[in-house]
């Protein structure tokens, strides 16, 4: 239904582990084209954002909360953004 769904916490223990910076990419209208209860797609707009890296360099295992919380409020912003 293009609703943002609750985030998992193994990609933020790989970020952190690697300190590779979260590339937040967003897509409005997915659901649109093909919704989980239908086995055909139809044609329809779909808008892509994609937000400012977040640099994980500063967070540790400890911080895996933090991190998650802030990925998940810039999520938020771009899926508000119009």
Same mark, same amino acid.
């Given at each position: 239904?293009?609703? #943002?769904?609750?985030?998992? =916490? /193994? &990609? +933020? ?8 910076? @979260? #590339?937040?990419?967003?897509? =409005? /209208? &997915? +659901? ?8 055909? @797609? ?41």
């Amino acid at each position: 239904d293009g609703t #943002l769904q609750p985030f998992k =916490k /193994g &990609g +933020f223990h790989m970020a952190i582990n690697t300190k590779t910076p @979260i #590339l937040p990419v967003v897509v =409005k /209208g &997915g +659901f649109r084209y093909k919704p989980k209860n239908r086995w055909y @797609i139809k044609p329809s707009i779909i808008d892509v954002q994609v937000g400012d890296p977040i640099n994980v360099k500063d967070y540790s295992i400890n911080d895996v909360d933090t991190l998650l919380n802030k990925t998940q409020s810039v999520f938020k912003k771009l899926l508000n953004d119009k």
